[in-house]
């Protein structure tokens, strides 16, 4: 009855009782049940299966440990994560299967339990030369690039190649081109992902020696889209993106990342055309509805958004996503006002990857929820390992606002300190202008704002509107309505430069209506005020 599950349900039912302890109809119909989706159900008669083995007279510890494994995967889907932990602890570690370990691995790593995790990788890696998501993964939780370079092993990888084509008698010198080939291309892997988080430029080259390799190789294109995101090299990483879904249209991976950027630069038919078309390639993919969270955000249904978002959460329970992505989700969850589980996100991508963009969001949806300790122990760890201008940066928001003594002067030094490291860096030049804004030092903010504008390209309506919002503090409307606008048209979904007209058109219809009460107290004064005006006039 291949395929046919409600039919086998049905079948089966007429042998299934509570009593029922043959092993092969019990694991049939936790198979069906499983297949169903009903992964609850299916636990049940995974666990019977295993209580009928106990019973028998001969050892089945192979066959116990694929259970058990059955059963963490049921859990895993019901988002049960620390019952499927259990199970898979639960089998002997002389009966742990790669997948076991896999599936450990992973479990630690998201917990942030990465001694645990590497020993994990390592030990697959060892029974498997061919386990390249082992080599990226401790990449990504840094292990030193020369040690995981050692592991790769052209002779253990020319014998799985061998054992992989279940040759009889196999022959290293029959895969001795391959597994050179596979040996350098690991190797381009471990560099780019090592580099990842420290040196974009070095990052880029080994991912690109890959694609150049192999044209239609996605994860490596998928690395040099991300790495242009962070950068902020929007037109790169759209390119990249583009031929992504042209080689592959299926593609989900990172899909929400290039939502962002359409998010980012106010491009909402694109965004809905793509939210569309991963709705209808996976409606279960979390990246499908974290961009359709971002085209509601973008038309400001607020409310939409956030049940996407949840949404999303929820389908993303168990799964293994791209740092980024969880960085994409953290940032919109901001942006909603829910800071706590944005810090969630931004723990999980931490999981994965140090890059700037995960500690930028731990520092700031620290501040929203004024946990200012944990704010500064992630700036200052940021600082120490991407010493750059935009980490030195991290520090000085949080001395902006915390309430040290002398906090704002301590700031404004960070803040000027990394301008010497990089003059034109975006984030400390706003980060100081909001400095400059909160001391009133307005015509301060105006320059270095004025000065960045001449030299950037990519986010010209920020600097707008920032100049529309010191306008409105230094009651100079006009200039105000004219900033907005400017940034209005470069993009016309700017939500900053929306909030800040609203609030300008809510400062204009106060002041009129000020202006209308002092007039006609002007006309219905008293009689002897009218004639003591003529008296005086006269």
């Not at 560099?191 to 044209?215: D, E, I, R």
């Not at 962002?260 to 990246?287: F, T, W």
């Not at 301008?419 to 984030?427: A, G, M, Y």
Request: aromatic fraction near 10%; charge should be neutral.
């Amino acid at each position: 009855l291949a395929g046919l599950y409600d039919s086998a349900e049905i079948l089966a039912q007429c042998v299934i009782t509570d009593k029922t302890e043959n092993v092969e109809i019990l694991l049939s119909y936790a198979k069906v049940l499983s297949k169903k989706k009903e992964y609850m159900r299916a636990t049940k008669y995974y666990q019977k299966a295993l209580s009928a083995i106990e019973k028998l007279p001969t050892s089945m510890a192979k066959e116990k440990a694929d259970i058990k494994f059955k059963v963490a995967q049921c859990y895993f889907k019901l988002s049960e994560t620390k019952a499927a932990f259990r199970a898979l602890l639960s089998i002997p570690k002389s009966d742990r299967s790669i997948k076991v370990l896999l599936a450990l691995a992973r479990g630690y790593k998201a917990q942030n339990q990465f001694n645990h995790a590497k020993n994990l990788y390592k030990e697959i890696l060892q029974r498997n030369s061919l386990a390249t998501e082992a080599l990226i993964a401790l990449a990504q939780m840094e292990e030193k690039p020369g040690a995981l370079l050692n592991m790769i092993d052209e002779r253990k990888i020319s014998l799985q190649l061998a054992l992989g084509y279940n040759t009889k008698e196999p022959k290293q010198e029959d895969f001795s081109k391959n597994a050179k080939e596979l040996a350098l291309f690991q190797e381009n892997l471990v560099n780019g992902h090592s580099s990842a988080c420290s040196s974009f430029s070095a990052a880029l080259k080994s991912f690109t020696t890959v694609q150049q390799a192999y044209p239609m190789h996605l994860h490596s294109l998928q690395q040099i889209a991300l790495g242009h995101t962070q950068q902020g090299n929007y037109d790169k990483a759209k390119y990249a993106f583009e031929s992504l879904n042209g080689f592959e249209r299926y593609y989900i991976r990172s899909m929400d990342v290039y939502g962002h950027i359409l998010k980012e630069e106010g491009k909402i038919m694109v965004l809905n055309k793509l939210a569309h078309s991963l709705l209808s390639v996976d409606r279960y993919a979390p990246e499908s509805w974290i961009v359709m969270a971002q085209y509601c955000e973008l038309k400001n249904l607020k409310n939409d958004a956030t049940v996407f978002v949840e949404k999303a959460v929820t389908l993303a329970e168990g799964k293994s996503l791209d740092a980024f992505s969880f960085v994409v989700r953290g940032e919109l969850q901001l942006s909603l006002k829910r800071p706590a589980q944005a810090v969630q996100s931004f723990m999980q991508a931490y999981a994965s990857e140090k890059d700037f963009s995960v500690y930028r969001g731990l520092v700031h949806s620290y501040l929203k929820l004024r946990k200012f300790d944990d704010a500064l122990r992630f700036a200052k760890e940021a600082w120490t390992k991407i010493h750059n201008a935009q980490s030195l940066t991290l520090l000085g928001n949080v001395l902006m606002s915390t309430q040290v003594e002398d906090g704002k002067v301590k700031a404004r030094k960070f803040l000027e300190r990394a301008l010497k490291l990089d003059p034109f860096c975006f984030e400390a030049v706003m980060a100081l202008v909001d400095l400059n804004i909160a001391e009133k030092k307005f015509q301060q903010a105006i320059e270095l704002l004025n000065k960045q504008k001449e030299r950037e390209q990519k986010r010209i309506e920020y600097i707008y509107a920032k100049l529309g919002d010191i306008a409105v503090l230094a009651n100079n409307p006009a200039e105000a309505m004219m900033c907005y606008h400017t940034a209005l048209q470069v993009n016309p979904h700017f939500q900053l430069a929306l909030d800040g007209l609203e609030v300008l058109e809510k400062q204009l219809h106060r002041l009129k209506a000020e202006s209308d009460e002092e007039d006609e107290e002007l006309l219905t004064g008293s009689g002897s005020e009218l004639e003591d005006s003529f008296d005086s006039f006269m």
